[in-house]
T-cell receptor, first 114, second 110 residues
Framework: EAGVTQFPSHSVIEKGQTVTLRCDPI?????LYWYRRVMGKEIKFLLH????????ESGMPNNRFLAERTGGTYSTLKVQPAELEDSGVYFC????????????FGPGTRLLVL | GENVEQHPSTLSVQEGDSAVIKCTYS??????FPWYKQELGKRPQLIID?????GEKKDQRIAVTLNKTAKHFSLHITETQPEDSAVYFC?????????FGAGTRLTVKP
């Protein structure tokens, strides 16, 4: 079974630019989550999709962040315009059922905003 | 909302010794507590979890205990090995929101 994949693995952009991160969950996993870890701090929940619907996006920091999951398959997380404080590692995870089932994490996208 | 605190932030032990990492949570409604291990540059991986209807769970050298009254849960690693060196995160799930602790960097010295 293929694991969760994320693209790109690294991204370096300038402040004000736009970046789009992609996550491909494990096939058959309806639940997809985005998390962020900023500079060695705790991992923070951003949002949760169930299929194509946003179940909970209470963790999204502000309206510069837009997540989509067209067709309930892969998901994208767009940051526009990027700010310095957006730098960090963005993880995606997926699970077959809800939060209380094992979440499988992707390798993360390391974003650096200069 | 839920608030999870994790201690210590760093922990260094000698190979073969035990390591204990503790987390406290604030919301008594939280009912699922996973632990993740993140090796340098790799993805977080679930190593053990416990639900609120259980007080203790063990998997080989790893165990987790939960005290619902005191609202704290702990990770215990026995007979530590150098490959246990990593950052460990606790988390608490409540009402569709997962909150993580700040992480503990465990170093096991050979």
């Amino acid at each position: 079974e293929a694991g969760v994949t994320q693209f790109p693995s690294h991204s370096v952009i300038e402040k004000g630019q736009t970046v789009t991160l992609r996550c491909d969950p494990i096939s058959g996993h309806d639940n997809l989550y985005w998390y962020r870890r900023v500079m060695g701090k705790e991992i923070k929940f951003l949002l949760h999709f169930v299929k194509e619907s946003k179940q909970d996006e209470s963790g999204m920091p502000n309206n510069r962040f837009l997540a989509e999951r067209t067709g309930g398959t892969y998901s994208t997380l767009k940051v526009q315009p990027a700010e310095l404080e957006d730098s960090g590692v963005y993880f995606c995870a997926s699970s077959r059922l809800g939060f209380q089932e094992t979440q499988y994490f992707g390798p993360g996208t390391r974003l650096l905003v200069l | 909302g839920e608030n999870v605190e994790q201690h210590p932030s760093t922990l260094s032990v000698q190979e073969g010794d035990s390591a204990v990492i503790k987390c406290t949570y604030s919301d008594s409604a939280s009912n699922y507590f996973p632990w993740y291990k993140q090796e340098l540059g790799k993805r977080p991986q679930l190593i053990i979890d416990i639900r609120s209807n259980v007080g203790e769970k063990k998997d080989q050298r790893i165990a987790v205990t939960l005290n619902k009254t005191a609202k704290h849960f702990s990770l215990h690693i026995t007979e530590t090995q150098p490959e246990d060196s990593a950052v460990y995160f606790c988390a608490a799930w409540n009402n569709n929101d997962m909150r993580f602790g700040a992480g503990t960097r465990l170093t096991v010295k050979p």
